[in-house]
């Protein structure tokens, strides 16, 4: 069976993942080299940093580990809603966001491990947004699953079995542009430092107050259209 998205969920992935590989390519860039926008790094880091007896490398990680999993928690209360569709406050979580990685701009300018967590809670709480659609899971903070999905397609292919050809559309989307959004976000920290993240703050924070002024467009016209 096909996978069916509106275009605006097309839209939303690509420019997400797009703002997660810039935020990610700046916090690897920075003075922690922290990865920020996904866990399984992270992780492996603070097992290694645990068997050495490093506590601060520990403490550092695991609070990253611990941010992420807060945004979520706050895109949970947020959202209240693992179903992505038109209606939902995303639009809050986006500004939400957005206030995150201004609020981290500083704290990397005066090279602290802050900076670095308020970058994962904002990509914990992006990644939260988008959780599933019709069976189809959307992850836009990091690609493991992306690439997982395409090579099962590819497998699939080389058996000759049908494939979910927007479901691997979809997939190298999300891939196509959190590689663009790491090359971009690359190429701004080389000009302009830790201020390049206000580029991904600046471009969520407008998409999440256009939404939550159309939602509220919405909700005014018909309030069944919030449910």
């Not at 995150?100 to 990509?123: N, S």
């Not at 099962?152 to 000759?160: E, K, M």
């Amino acid at each position: 069976m096909g996978l069916h998205l509106p275009r605006w969920v097309w839209i939303g992935a690509g420019l997400l993942a797009c703002a997660s590989g810039m935020v990610n390519v700046v916090g690897y860039l920075g003075f922690e080299h922290q990865a920020v926008t996904h866990l399984t790094g992270t992780t492996t880091l603070l097992g290694s940093a645990m068997a050495q007896g490093d506590l601060r490398a520990a403490s550092h990680l695991a609070g990253v580990a611990l941010a992420f999993m807060l945004g979520a928690a706050v895109s949970g209360m947020v959202i209240q809603d693992s179903t992505l569709r038109l209606g939902r406050r995303y639009g809050v979580a986006l500004v939400l966001e957005s206030l995150l990685l201004f609020a981290a701009i500083p704290l990397f300018l005066r090279q602290q491990i802050a900076g670095a967590l308020l970058a994962a809670m904002a990509c914990g709480l992006q990644n939260a947004m988008a959780t599933t659609f019709s069976g189809a899971a959307i992850r836009t903070s990091h690609l493991s699953g992306m690439f997982t999905d395409l090579g099962i397609g590819v497998g699939h292919a080389l058996r000759g079995m049908p494939l979910q050809k927007r479901r691997l559309l979809l997939c190298v989307l999300i891939i196509a542009g959190f590689f663009c959004g790491a090359v971009l976000g690359a190429l701004l920290f080389a000009r302009l430092g830790y201020l390049a993240l206000a580029v991904p703050a600046t471009a969520t924070g407008l998409t999440g107050l256009g939404y939550a002024a159309w939602r509220h467009l919405q909700l005014r016209q018909s309030p069944a259209a919030g449910d």
